[in-house]
């Protein structure tokens, strides 16, 4: 039996992706299939996802002329699982896994295929992520498009150059890593002038929460937004100066220049 879409791992991204899917109604159940090694992972997207087909194994039968596959493995095992898909003839793969170019992908087919590399974040997890996506040699507006299709059903989705996808990797891909240390320290911070954990956490997030919506429907700059609640001589002009002293910006650029070459690094 042909599917209309395979995931190739269905850990908690190719999961989220499944869920996504169904939720924007992109296919029907029996339209995906899911190729997952590890037993109770499989007996875990069974009960998780009715109608959608749990595989061990991906076999030439599972893949049609209208199929699609997402690779979504981890790094150290995307050159096994890629062997296997190019056996069954899949003509498009878009790729979420880290550092895989589509140069290395393109490698293990013996005819054309489009490749479409993307790196989300784990906001997709929720329907929120942001992801970015790049098409190789054969790739097709309209491969494009389908790759975007899937993704937006977790989230937004830009398109860049392939060799914008490192900076992706290193600011957005990482970029929840960043934000949840911040959430910490400023917990920590809370309980530190004496407030309890709990209602430390509640601000903290709930202050997070409540500027990251403001940003995104005021159309204002985060400049000017920051400007609006800094007053001369005030309480956040005084915190500000403290961070600016102590090189938090350029401590931001190093870390985003850092995960950025990681990500070269993991790609060569």
């Known amino acids: 039996m042909a599917f209309e879409l395979i995931v190739v791992g269905g850990g908690r991204m190719g999961s989220a992706l499944v869920e996504g899917l169904l939720r924007a109604k992109w296919c029907e159940p ?124 977790v989230g937004i989705v830009v398109r860049v150059t392939e060799r914008n996808i490192d900076a992706v990797t290193g600011l957005s891909g990482s970029g929840p890593a960043y934000f949840y240390l911040v959430v910490e320290a400023l917990i920590d911070a809370g309980v530190h002038q004496g407030l309890t954990r709990d209602v430390s956490r509640q601000l903290v997030v709930g202050t997070f929460v409540g500027s990251a919506v403001l940003l995104e429907s005021s159309g204002e700059s985060p400049e000017e937004l920051r400007a609006q609640v800094t007053s001369p001589g005030g309480t956040t002009a005084a915190g500000l100066r403290m961070l600016e002293g102590r090189a938090v910006r350029a401590a931001f650029l190093e870390a985003v220049s850092a995960a950025t070459e990681r990500s070269r690094q993991l790609g060569r």
């Open 30 to 153: 029996h339209d995906l299939a899911i190729v997952e090694a590890a037993t109770e992972q499989r007996e875990s997207l069974t009960a998780r996802f009715s109608g959608v087909t749990i595989l061990a194994s991906l076999e030439l039968g599972h893949v049609g002329p209208t199929t699609g596959v997402v690779l979504s493995v981890k790094p150290d095992h995307a050159e096994a699982a890629l062997r296997v898909v190019a056996t069954t003839g899949a003509t498009r793969v878009l790729s979420v896994v880290a550092g895989l170019s589509t140069s290395r992908i393109e490698s293990h087919f013996h005819a054309p295929v489009a490749v479409i590399r993307s790196m989300p974040n784990t906001p997709v997890l929720v329907g929120q992520g942001v992801s970015a996506i790049s098409g190789g040699a054969q790739v097709t507006k309209d491969d494009l498009d389908w790759a975007e299709s899937i993704l937006g059903a």
